[in-house]
């Protein structure tokens, strides 16, 4: 087949969506089918970087759309025109036997995409990365867009039930089916490293922004430390992001800056070096449409402690995986339940290790070739 994933971030960018495609498009190059990738990131190295053009990169062909904006923003203002230029019979990525375009909250690029695709004749499918709120008002525009889409016969998917239940409310009539993210289990199912006796080593991994929580992560650190006695908990937070700052000095308030490293951006290996010393995950975020970082944790036979409706919950079952939250409150009290109850923390974590999640590529991938047949024969239909 010839697959063309349309983006608005890919490689360099580091991120949850830009780096799923990623993988999802290697593995597609890899099972033999001609990839292709269009999107609004610039290249950091070689003849066409900071600038449009065409690359091989790890057997995809990317076409990369850039418009010199500030802060390198992911966006183009011909995006219409230049995406069908592209998709068009006799196009650089022409004659696609899929278009599969990845959005999140807010993607002026990858969105438009969808429609040129479809007015082409090209089976269409369409997956939300994120959880769509009050930024995507007034709802009628978006039921709007959603109604269309599903007329054109465009397939729309999304990671997880948290991110398919705000466009189901939307727009009711269209159908969402679910699309996980992909994990290689090999890669991340790593041995365990034994740690000081009485330490409880907690790992976070994510943007230092204010939508993931960093703050209430530590205040429910101090909240679960004033409860645990001779316990200790350190905690390691892995990211970098603008918030960096206000989280040292908070810790500083809160009393716990000894016990809180922020310890910033890191590689995948560092990241696996890292849960391998690691006796529980915490994921502080109450709008994780999928949770990436949380799947690696558990799939690294690390306990999760989360939020509960997030889609967390996708692969974390409270009490098997891990341990859910409604609240902050709740998240504290799982805090300190999981670092006393040696029992509990052995038995999640002997799961982990040895029963493998659902979210495979192994799985996901021949979901998605369903889905891309079932866009065939939605849009035959449309």
Not at 290 to 302: N, Q
Request: aromatic letters at 4%.
């Amino acid at each position: 087949m010839r697959i063309v994933h349309v983006s608005d971030c890919y490689a360099p960018r580091l991120g949850g969506i830009e780096t799923q495609v990623r993988a999802l498009a290697i593995r597609q190059a890899q099972a033999g089918h001609d990839v292709h990738v269009i999107t609004a990131t610039a290249a950091q190295a070689g003849p066409i970087a900071g600038h449009s053009g065409t690359e091989r990169l790890d057997g995809v062909r990317v076409h990369r759309l850039v418009a010199r904006l500030p802060f390198d923003l992911p966006v183009h203002p011909r995006v219409v025109p230049e995406v069908r230029a592209l998709l068009s019979p006799g196009g650089a990525a022409g004659g696609a036997d899929a278009v599969h375009v990845h959005g999140g909250v807010v993607s002026p690029f990858a969105y438009p995409a969808a429609q040129v695709a479809s007015a082409l004749g090209l089976p269409t499918v369409v997956t939300v990365h994120g959880i769509w709120g009050p930024l995507m008002s007034p709802a009628a525009g978006l039921a709007d867009r959603l109604t269309s889409w599903s007329r054109w016969g465009v397939l729309v998917t999304a990671v997880s039930d948290a991110a398919a239940d705000p466009i189901r409310a939307v727009a009711p009539g269209v159908p969402v089916r679910i699309l996980p993210n992909g994990i290689d289990v090999e890669a991340w199912q790593i041995p365990h490293v034994a740690g000081e006796d009485g330490v409880i080593r907690m790992l976070s991994v994510m943007r230092l922004a204010p939508r993931k929580r960093g703050i209430p992560l530590l205040r429910l650190v101090a909240a679960a430390q004033s409860r645990l006695g001779v316990r200790r908990l350190e905690v390691r937070i892995l990211g970098d992001g603008p918030a960096r700052r206000l989280l040292a000095t908070y810790a500083e308030r809160l009393g716990v800056a000894d016990q809180v490293q922020l310890v910033g951006r890191v590689s995948p290996e560092q990241v696996r070096d890292e849960l391998a010393r690691a006796d529980v995950f915490l994921a502080p975020s109450r709008r994780e449409s999928f949770g990436i970082a949380a799947l690696e944790a558990r799939t690294a036979g690390v306990p999760v402690l989360a939020y509960d409706g997030t889609g967390v919950t996708s692969f974390v079952r409270d009490g098997v995986e891990g341990l859910l939250a409604g609240d902050d409150g709740q998240l504290a009290d799982a805090v300190v339940r999981i670092s006393l109850d040696d029992s509990l923390r052995t038995r999640i974590a002997e799961h982990n290790r040895t029963v493998a999640p659902e979210q495979s590529w192994s799985h996901v991938l021949p979901l998605v070739e369903r889905l891309y047949a079932l866009a065939a024969t939605s849009h035959a239909t449309a």
